[in-house]
């Protein structure tokens, strides 16, 4: 058994206890990935590198969460339909800038898949965290939204395609 200082943890066995490593690896990379690429310049070497990275994170969060699933089903499968939003996602904004489609479209679904990381972390562990505890239930499942989603919303906005200067008339 994992004994991780506040959070209750059964012995659900070491397949179980393997899993729960590699996912708070994949947990904390992924965080650390998608921070970098939100705050690193679009497009650049920093941004893209930490996109690869924060989309190995989540797969590897998805994979470890469906074993962890698997074994104490039916108590976690909400975790278990957060993890797919997450998975989607980012699949989704990843395939979106393969295809050379919108910034906006790719911004959007990697803020969703960030988004959805966070709400899984804090519906599982918010009430067993200092401060949070204090929460009630229903916040874990909604404040990761209520911070995240304009965020990603002015980001959206922040790097819409410019339109080129309309035409004031006829030159003079």
């Given amino acids: 058994m994992i ?6 943890e059964p012995d659900a066995g070491p397949v179980f206890d393997l899993a729960l490593l590699v996912h708070i690896a994949a947990g904390v990379t992924a965080v ?3 921070l970098v690429a939100m705050l690193a310049r679009k497009g650049g070497r ?4 930490a996109g690869r990275v924060f989309l190995g994170g989540i797969a590897a969060l998805f994979g470890s969460m469906v074993v962890m699933v698997v074994i104490r089903w039916p108590a976690t499968v909400h975790l278990a339909a ?12 990843w395939r979106n800038r393969r295809r050379g489609e919108s910034d906006g479209a790719h911004i ?7 988004i ?15 401060i949070w505890e204090r929460l009630p239930d229903w916040s874990f499942w909604v404040l990761p939204t209520v911070v995240g989603a304009p965020l ?10 410019r339109r ?5 008339g006829p030159a003079p």
């Fill in 116 to 130: 959805a990381m966070l709400t899984a972390f804090y519906v599982d562990n918010g009430p067993h965290l200092p």
């Fill in 32 to 34: 650390l990935a998608g």
């Fill in 164 to 168: 080129p200067a309309q035409a004031r």
């Fill in 3 to 8: 004994d991780i200082p506040g959070l209750p």
């Fill in 108 to 114: 959007a679904w990697m803020g969703l898949a960030y």
């Fill in 82 to 93: 957060l993890g797919g939003i997450a998975l989607a996602a980012v699949l989704l904004g």
């Fill in 152 to 161: 990603t919303g002015w980001a959206v906005h922040r790097h819409r395609p």
């Fill in 46 to 49: 920093w941004h893209v590198g």
